[in-house]
């Protein structure tokens, strides 16, 4: 409702209905806002999300299919260094990741934004589908190999389309995490109208005065109705993908 009503309707209580004039202007501003544009942040963070997505899922997918099905020296260690890799909170690595890619040119370079997310993505998702792949059926796979399939052939044909619900359930919360996340985006991206992404443009927007909650909750409206839809549209592999990932650890 504060999205769609003026300025002072809003500091009157948007609960309130005495007067109701709706209007667009609100989203209007927010998308060409001068310092905090959101239909430029959009565009970016669509830039970051949708490789940040993808790139670990496919390397996650790769890596838990070799834990599940080959034996090579060292394997336990290095799965269990892989799972202890999951509980470096963002903050304590923030430091050395930023001196990283200020010295390599990947600060304020979305390609340094996107190897960030998907290496602290990779962890979770090799252990949640090498989960997975641990309940599949290894007679089919025979089967194909008999036939003369390779290892690749077989990942790619058979493998991957029996996945496809936890596929769809990291998308879905890899997606998210990405397009909310704030910590990153704000110290690895310069904070200028044409770099900014969403969660990073809102606060932007607050302005040095009396905010405009107005466009504000268009902003908000704006940023959660992507992620929003892509739920929706996975939404029906995603409670099963889950539970799949989670039977056999």
């Given at each position: ?28 501003g927010?998308?060409?806002h001068p310092t ?16 940040a997505t ?11 299919y070799?834990?599940?099905r ?11 260094v892989?799972?202890?890799l ?19 040119g ?21 252990l949640f ?5 641990s ?8 089967a194909?190999?008999?036939?003369g399939?390779?290892y ?9 389309p ?15 995490w990405v397009?909310n996340?704030?910590f ?14 969403a ?12 905010p405009?909650w ?36």
């Open positions: 409702m504060a999205s769609i009503r003026p300025q002072q309707e809003i500091l009157n209580g948007w609960w309130n209905f005495s007067s109701f004039h709706p209007t667009i202007e609100g989203y209007i927010s998308w060409f905090a544009p959101m239909g430029r942040a959009l565009f970016n963070s669509l830039i970051v999300t949708i490789p993808f790139l670990p899922i496919f390397v996650a997918a790769l890596a838990a070799s834990f599940a080959f034996t090579f020296p060292t394997k336990n260690i290095l799965f269990l892989i799972v202890l999951q509980t470096i909170p963002q903050q304590m690595a923030i430091i050395p990741i930023f001196f990283i890619a200020l010295n390599t990947l600060w304020n370079n979305y390609i340094g934004l996107i190897l960030v997310h998907t290496a602290f993505a990779l962890p979770w998702q090799i589908l090498r989960n997975f792949f309940v599949l059926p290894v007679e089919v796979e025979e194909a190999r008999i036939d399939a390779g690749l052939k077989i990942f790619f044909r058979i493998v991957l029996l996945t496809l619900p936890a596929l769809a359930s990291l998308t879905a919360l890899q997606f998210v397009w996340d704030f990153f985006a704000a110290v690895l991206i310069a904070p200028t109208p044409e770099t900014r992404l969660p990073t443009a809102i606060p932007a927007q607050l302005g040095r005065l009396e405009n107005a466009i504000l909750s268009a902003s908000s409206i704006m940023t959660m109705m992507i992620p929003i839809a892509v739920y929706f549209a996975l939404q029906r592999y995603y409670v099963r993908g889950i539970v799949a990932g989670a039977v056999k650890g």
